[in-house]
C-alpha cells in the first residue's frame, strides 16, 4: 500500500464529511453539531495549556474546522488502499460515528452536539461511515493506479 494513496484517500474522506455536515445543519435543525464539539475541545485544551482561546467565534470555529480536517485526514488514511478497504472504511467510519456519539459526554464536550435526538444520533454514524466509504472508494480506485 502506498501511503501517499492512503492519506489521499484519507483527505477525500475528511473533506466530504466536512463538506456534507456543514452543508446539512444549515438546513436541519436536528442535524449533529461536530463543529461545536470542535470548538469546544480547542477551547478546553488551550485552557489546560493556559492560553486563552480565541473569543472570535468564526477564528475558533474556522481552527475547529481545520483540526478536523486533519484529525480526519489522518483517521481516514488507515483506510488504505485495494479491495479491503471496502471493510475496513465501513469499520473505521461506523467506529468514528459511535465514538462521535457516545464519547463527547464523557470527555466533557457535552453530549446534545452529537446525541441530542435518536435523528441527530443516526446523522453522526452516517456522516462518518460515508467519510470512510469515500475514503475507501479513492483507496479503490488509486489502487487500480498500482
Partial sequence: MNILKAVASGVAGACVITLVHETV?????????????????????????GEEPPADYEKLHSWAMVGDIISNSLYYSLVGTGASAWWRGALLGGA?????VLLPGPLGLGEKPSNRTSETQAMTVGLYLLGGLVAASIGCLLADDE
Fill in 96 to 100: 468514528a460515528g459511535a465514538g462521535a
Fill in 25 to 49: 445543519r444549515r438546513f436541519e435543525p436536528s442535524a449533529p453539531r461536530m463543529d461545536l464539539l470542535g470548538m469546544r475541545a480547542i477551547a478546553k485544551t488551550m485552557k489546560k495549556a
